[in-house]
């Protein structure tokens, strides 16, 4: 069997960290089988569904690092829901229902009140078909509902039926459907909800395994049920748990919070997010994971804890930034060109350590190849003045520094911060920043002695 994933976002809105969450964990899955990745547009519903959010997401994954192997959008497949709803109709187990979402509500209070679970009661399968006839006569237009099974042959006297399956992330999971109403399919209006479509295309695309977040865990008892319903075998479902920022908000995708477009704005590396996105809320330590390839081998679904996954916004600060401190210069040479720096691996392996964003290098190349605005503290001209005197001759290299400390040190007596502060400040007009033994000859003989008052 071909391992066959698919990620399954609706196009309403941008994807954030957490969506990119199942969308990794799918990726990984598939890529660690060798197997296929589907990019699924589930584009139902025409009216909130914009190709702008569906052209974005597709750019977000591929940032990501995630190249689909085929990208399929539900508008297009309109007839085979239409096949498969009309199948179950055929046999009875898919049945018009004419109630109200009012009345609905109202029948729902109701068993709350005497104490029972609200669960559809199944009226519209009691309906003959002339009160049927005489209700579309008056306007009203049916929902369409699946027949759970959860019953021997008389569908009002409903028993308990476990669907249960092994979940890749949970272990046994078992749902009962005596528990569930029967599920709307279709809506008043003729549009399908989710559920159906899902499952049609996970048939035609030959999806074997679904791994979606833990709020589908009640769906996935429903589904496996329609699944097979149509002659269908359900694929292999896992469910992880959903992430969260630490205090426990929710990451709503209309709200832009945390998109992974801002994120890549804000400069930060796609295996920060990828590394963060994955490994928060499983038993692994969550730590920058340098290529897509190391993540395939560290990605372990039975890893994922079923506590929910938290996180704070600014551990993707600190992820970044050790992660950038190990970018090799062959990783980031064209973006450094990008910035307008004249790139050279000197430079990158200097200044790399005190970057937490790729796009920090330009600040230091700016100091190194000015202008700045040098410091001198008054206590220290005398100092720099002596300084000016004892830069060694000849090229600066990279045991300039320490040559021209240690003759400071013999003929100043200073020592330490005393010694070394009042030159940093000068050259770079900074109190930190890169090691100056090795940015002195990236700034070069003729603009250290420009900057020496
Ligand atoms: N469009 C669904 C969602 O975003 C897909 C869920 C699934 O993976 O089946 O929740």
């Known amino acids: 069997m071909t391992v066959t994933v698919r990620f399954a976002p609706?196009?309403?809105?941008?994807?954030?960290i957490g969506n990119s969450r199942p969308a990794l964990y799918n990726w990984l899955y598939?890529?660690?089988a060798g197997g296929r990745f589907i990019l699924r547009f589930d584009d139902t519903d025409l009216e909130r569904s914009k190709q702008e959010y569906a052209d974005s997401i597709e750019k977000d994954l591929r940032w990501l690092g995630i190249d689909p192997d085929l990208i399929?959008?539900?508008?297009a497949r309109f007839a085979s829901y239409d096949a498969a709803a009309q199948k179950l109709k055929d046999a009875g187990l898919l049945y018009p229902c004419y109630e109200t979402p009012e009345e609905l509500e109202r029948r729902r209070s109701r068993q709350r009140a005497l104490g029972r679970p609200p669960v559809y009661d199944r009226a519209g399968l009691k309906q003959t078909d002339d009160e049927r006839a005489a209700l579309e006569a008056e306007g009203r237009k049916p929902h369409w509902r699946f027949l759970l099974p959860n019953h021997d042959g008389n569908p009002f006297e409903t028993k308990r039926t476990e669907v249960i399956w092994d979940d890749l992330c949970r272990g046994n999971q078992a749902v009962d459907l005596a528990s569930l109403s029967d599920p709307v399919l279709i809506?008043?209006?003729?549009?399908?909800?989710?559920?159906?479509p899902s499952i049609i295309d996970d048939i035609d695309m030959g999806v074997s395994h679904v791994i979606r977040g833990e709020d589908h865990v009640a769906n996935t008892g429903v589904q496996i049920a329609i699944f097979e319903a149509l002659g269908a075998k359900p694929p292999i479902f896992g469910h992880h748990n959903l992430l969260t920022t630490r205090d426990g908000e929710g990451l709503s995708k209309r709200k832009g919070a945390l998109s992974i477009g801002s994120l890549r704005e804000a400069g930060l590396e796609p295996?920060?997010?990828?590394?963060?996105?994955?490994?928060?809320?499983?038993?692994?330590?969550?730590?920058?994971?340098?290529?897509?390839?190391?993540?395939?081998?560290?990605?372990?679904?039975?890893?994922?804890?079923?506590?929910?996954?938290k996180f704070d916004p600014e551990e993707l600060k600190g992820l970044n930034a050790r992660l950038v401190h190990e970018l090799p210069y062959e990783a980031v040479s064209d973006r450094l060109a990008g910035l307008g720096i004249r790139p050279s691996a000197e430079f990158w392996n200097t200044v790399r350590g005190n970057?937490?964003?790729?796009?920090?290098?330009?600040?230091?190349?700016?100091?190194i190849v000015g202008?700045?605005?040098?410091?001198?503290?008054?206590?220290?001209?005398?100092?720099?003045?002596?300084?000016?005197?004892?830069?060694?001759?000849?090229?600066?290299t990279v045991e300039s520094w320490g040559a021209w400390t240690g003759a400071l040190k013999a003929e100043t007596g200073r020592k330490g911060r005393g010694l070394f502060m009042p030159l940093r400040r000068v050259l770079t007009g900074m109190d930190h920043g890169p090691d100056m033994k090795a940015m002195l000859p990236l700034i070069g003989r003729q603009k250290i002695l420009d900057r020496l008052p």
């Not at 609706?10 to 954030?16: C, N, R, V």
């Open 10 to 16: 609706s196009p309403t809105g941008h994807i954030h």
């Open 30 to 32: 598939a890529k660690k």
């Open 72 to 75: 399929e959008r539900q508008s």
């Open 187 to 196: 809506r008043g209006d003729g549009t399908y909800l989710y559920t159906l």
């Open 271 to 309: 295996m920060s997010v990828a590394s963060l996105a994955v490994l928060t809320g499983t038993s692994q330590a969550v730590e920058p994971v340098p290529n897509m390839d190391a993540l395939i081998e560290k990605f372990d679904l039975t890893s994922v804890s079923r506590s929910s996954a």
């Open 355 to 367: 970057c937490e964003t790729v796009g920090d290098a330009a600040q230091y190349w700016q100091i």
């Open 371 to 396: 202008p700045i605005e040098g410091r001198v503290e008054d206590e220290d001209r005398d100092f720099i003045a002596k300084a000016k005197e004892l830069l060694p001759d000849g090229d600066i």
